[in-house]
């Protein structure tokens, strides 16, 4: 595997294959590698030519400089589990490689960036994002760019940029990896206590509730989030927000007539941490629903 710093090196790498006709796929990430990245690594292995994986931990995203300055790094261990799964280009540039001196462009989605994630982090987040990641495409040039679930907002305001601005690349959104005890894996569940990472299964459970509740025939979003914030309470944990929305615009939906995701985010102790759901009214048992966001579901 070979570990890349320049955008000059990684285009002189991928310059033989891309003219070879090679399939190229890209997983952005930001390191400190869980299985979550590792699914998705190996996703990209199993479907493309020529695997890239960038590792970057984007300033530009960070509301909180204090979150930036503690988010986890680990570039060794990275380096060696993405040459065990076969990667073949780790590109991991500094700061000024991807934010030279004088840069001011950014990429902004309307809309979805608002609610949910946008209203709580703030604007920048998600511009901070979509800026990163169109800079990657166009180092990288992937004909394929995989995402997580976990993640869904970001998926989805990734998809609506990529189709706003003709990008010729497909989003592929991977299902979220779980540990054992359903929480999702997350770079951040490494700054929870043993007594919050106990308390953190509750978000599972909350999303669980309601796909339960909707199963057993219940529509409405009022009674479904109400479920899901008694599972949180009982944990002493007071979410973000608690929200059924739609798949295509993450708007509120007034009731649960097809797929909705139930999406929520809370602070467990210090660690903020997020979760979402696919919700399938024809559900009949209460199952875990790892279904990623199929490509047509954002109009
Ligand atoms: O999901 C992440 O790790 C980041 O938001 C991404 C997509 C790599 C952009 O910095």
Request: proline share 10%; glycine share 0%; hydrophobic share 30%.
């Given at each position: 595997m070979n570990v890349i710093r320049t955008v000059a090196e990684l285009r002189a790498a991928l310059l033989g294959p891309r003219r070879a006709g090679r399939t190229i796929g890209l997983v952005p990430t930001m390191g400190a590698f869980h299985e979550g990245h590792l699914s998705l690594m190996r996703q990209a292995r199993r479907e493309c030519d020529v695997v890239v994986v960038s590792l970057f931990v984007n300033?530009?995203?960070?509301?909180d400089p204090a979150d930036l300055e503690r988010y986890p790094r680990d570039a060794a261990r990275d380096e060696a589990l993405a040459a065990e799964i076969g990667v073949d280009h780790l590109f991991a540039p500094g700061v000024d490689e991807v934010y030279p001196s004088g840069f001011t462009t950014a990429v902004s989605v309307a809309g979805i960036t608002e609610t949910l994630e946008g209203a709580h982090r703030g604007r920048a987040h998600f511009d901070g994002v979509t800026t990163v990641v169109s800079k990657l495409f166009n180092m990288v040039g992937p004909e394929v760019a995989y995402f997580g679930q976990k993640d869904v907002q970001q998926a989805l305001v990734i998809r609506r940029m990529v189709r706003d601005l003709d990008m010729p690349v497909r989003i592929e959104v991977c299902p979220t990896v779980r540990e054992a005890d359903g929480l999702a894996l997350s770079?951040?569940?490494?700054?929870?206590s043993p007594d919050d990472r106990a308390r953190a299964t509750a978000l599972h459970r909350a999303l669980n509730a309601v796909q339960e509740e909707v199963s057993a025939g219940e529509r409405d979003p009022a009674a479904l989030r109400a479920r899901a914030l008694a599972e949180l309470e009982a944990a002493a944990i007071e979410p973000d927000y608690v929200e059924l929305v739609?798949?295509?615009?993450?708007a509120p939906v007034s009731r649960l007539d097809g797929e909705a995701l139930a999406v929520l985010a809370a602070h467990v102790g210090a660690t903020r941490l997020i979760d979402n759901q696919l919700i399938q009214?024809?559900?009949?048992h209460n199952r875990e629903v790892a279904t990623p966001l199929r490509a047509p579901t954002i109009a």
């Open positions: 300033p530009a995203q960070f509301n770079s951040r569940n490494a700054h929870l739609s798949t295509d615009t993450l009214p024809s559900l009949n």
